[in-house]
């Protein structure tokens, strides 16, 4: 009587234990929108093993070091829920409640679909648990996280608005995967005064981007922007080939190519969608560098 019980527990329980896994697919298009963020290089620190953490990043309050976001249960998103994980990538905030500081672009992944960000966490889940403590941030800025970081929030940072579904095709596809997945504005928008990015002048490039590299503007303005064709911003976004011959270098070399998969797995039609969108944008004028 107890086995037959037993059994007729497991039957009920197998059908929805099947339904909690992902699918290949769902998996699959996790890897591809993740290698549409550039590969989450920030959680890679170069020539380490992906996802582990510990990559440094400086700022006036201070200095913190990404964390580890493999699938290991000591020390890294293992013991998270599908939605912590979620709200840690869209909201900024920890299972804990702990804020996330904004190295962390949550804001404009707030943009994602919430489609995309599933099969995101299906893909993270796959990918191989690495054992390696976070480092704790260090922050010299008294009342920072408790006073100021909630009141430059509310006042400063731009908060992008999820699609009820993520766009297909077309322009529409491209301002999708630019503003939100690539969250290239980050890199390529100007900051003002409070380091808010300035988004009067969306991707009008950076003479003190992350590193403090130079990120180059890449409006359509034709004396300070970019003036590739559509063909050569998408050639470029694969393979990292500038049509002058030189090839990409830097932060930008690093998401073209990726940890375990880059802007480089970008379908073509994706990669074209992206360059539409960049040259449908506003020209403006920003001379970066010499």
């Known amino acids: ?36 963020t550039g590969g989450c290089g920030c959680h890679t620190v170069p020539k380490q093993p992906a996802n582990a953490g510990g ?32 709200t840690a990538i869209r909201l900024g905030r920890r299972p804990n409640g702990e804020r996330l500081l904004p190295v962390h672009p949550f804001t404009v992944f707030n943009g994602m679909a919430a489609e995309d ?34 009141a430059w929030l509310a006042a ?17 596809r491209g301002e999708y995967l630019v503003r939100a997945v690539g969250h290239c504005g980050e890199c390529h928008t100007p900051r003002t005064m409070t380091y808010a990015t300035d988004n009067s002048r969306f991707l009008a490039g950076n003479p003190q981007g992350p590193e403090k590299s130079e990120v180059p503007n890449i409006t359509p303005d034709p004396q300070t922007g970019l003036t590739w064709s559509e063909d050569e911003i998408a050639e470029y976004l694969a393979t990292g080939n500038k049509p002058d011959g030189d090839v990409a270098d830097g932060l930008m070399a ?30 403006v004028r920003n001379k970066i560098g010499k």
């Open 156 to 172: 400063f940072a731009p908060r992008e608005t999820p699609p009820s579904a993520a766009p297909t095709s077309g322009t529409a």
């Open 1 to 36: 009587m107890r086995l037959a019980l037993l059994f007729a527990v497991s039957l009920l329980c197998a059908p929805s234990l099947a339904t909690a896994q992902p699918s290949p697919a769902e998996v699959a298009r996790g890897r591809y929108i993740f290698g549409a």
């Open 55 to 86: 990559r440094r990043y400086d700022g006036p309050f201070g200095t913190v070091y990404s964390t580890n976001i493999t699938p290991d249960r000591q020390t890294g998103i293992a013991a998270w829920t599908d939605e912590q994980i979620i």
């Open 254 to 283: 690093e998401v073209i190519q990726g940890t375990l998969a880059g802007y480089r797995d970008l379908t073509k039609a994706d990669r074209l969608a992206i360059a539409h969108y960049l040259k449908s944008l506003p020209p």
């Open 117 to 150: 960000l599933k099969a995101l966490v299906a893909f993270l889940r796959t990918t191989p648990p690495i054992n390696r403590a976070n480092q704790p941030k260090r922050i010299i800025v008294p009342m920072f996280e408790s006073v100021f970081l909630p």
